[in-house]
T-cell receptor, first 113, second 114 residues
Framework: EDQVTQSPEALRLQEGESSSLNCSYTVSGLRGLFWYRQDPGKGPEFLFT???AGEEKEKERLKATLTKKESFLHITAPKPEDSATYLC??????????????FGQGTRLTINP | DARVTQTPRHKVTEMGQEVTMRCQPILGHNTVFWYRQTMMQGLELLAY????????DSGMPKDRFSAEMPDATLATLKIQPSEPRDSAVYFCASGFRVHYNEQFFGPGTRLTVL
């Protein structure tokens, strides 16, 4: 069974204080690892997809990296508007045509001004 | 600005009542997903459809939940009878078959069953 564990559950940073969020996973045949951002009262918003170990993707102050067992979401010089819950999800080989994402519990990030 | 829409946004009902949630996927998307999010369980996949046909509904309690796509512009999730443990936020998401790596989520329906 595919599993995703995110840490820490919550993280408070000062504006400008860089840090990383962790996503550890076990999956049979990784087809993709996804990062989403979720603001309170809203649906998740897609950020990145990573497909293979060594791959990196960047968007503004965020950079996602992938190894064979985990992914990191690095946040550089964060701003208060980066405060949100960040969700990690994996898509494995669960059958032909299957699109069954398995999500982690998320990391709630708060950036204090 | 293409987006997934869901109605109602909030629903409060009493135990035993029927609840129907509706989703309009982004025009042209042929894959629709239903998720449930709670504090305890996080985000869980309930069911998904491709080209209006159900592909997997193993995440749904079959005795009370049902999901359908009457047409390409409407997906429904029905709970009958509803129970307090069904209280959650229900999200619909849509995507393209060939771009399975992206799912666009709607704003969710917050369901409270008393």
């Amino acid at each position: 069974e595919d599993q995703v564990t995110q840490s820490p559950e919550a993280l408070r940073l000062q504006e400008g204080e860089s840090s990383s969020l962790n996503c550890s996973y076990t999956v049979s045949g990784l087809r993709g690892l996804f990062w989403y951002r979720q603001d309170p009262g809203k649906g998740p918003e897609f950020l990145f997809t990573l497909y293979s170990a060594g791959e990196e993707k960047e968007k503004e102050r965020l950079k996602a990296t992938l190894t064979k067992k985990e992914s990191f979401l690095h946040i550089t010089a964060p701003k208060p508007e980066d405060s949100a819950t960040y969700l990690c999800a994996v898509l494995g080989n669960s059958g032909w045509g299957a699109q069954k994402l398995v999500f982690g519990q998320g990391t709630r990030l708060t950036i204090n001004p | 600005d293409a987006r997934v829409t869901q109605t109602p946004r909030h629903k409060v009902t009493e135990m035993g009542q029927e609840v129907t949630m509706r989703c309009q996927p982004i025009l042209g998307h042929n894959t629709v997903f239903w998720y449930r999010q709670t504090m305890m369980q996080g985000l869980e996949l309930l069911a998904y459809f491709r080209n209006r046909a159900p592909l997997d509904d193993s995440g749904m309690p079959k005795d009370r939940f049902s999901a359908e796509m009457p047409d390409a512009t409407l997906a429904t999730l029905k709970i009958q009878p509803s129970e307090p443990r069904d209280s959650a936020v229900y999200f619909c998401a849509s995507g393209f078959r060939v771009h399975y790596n992206e799912q666009f989520f709607g704003p969710g329906t917050r369901l409270t069953v008393l």
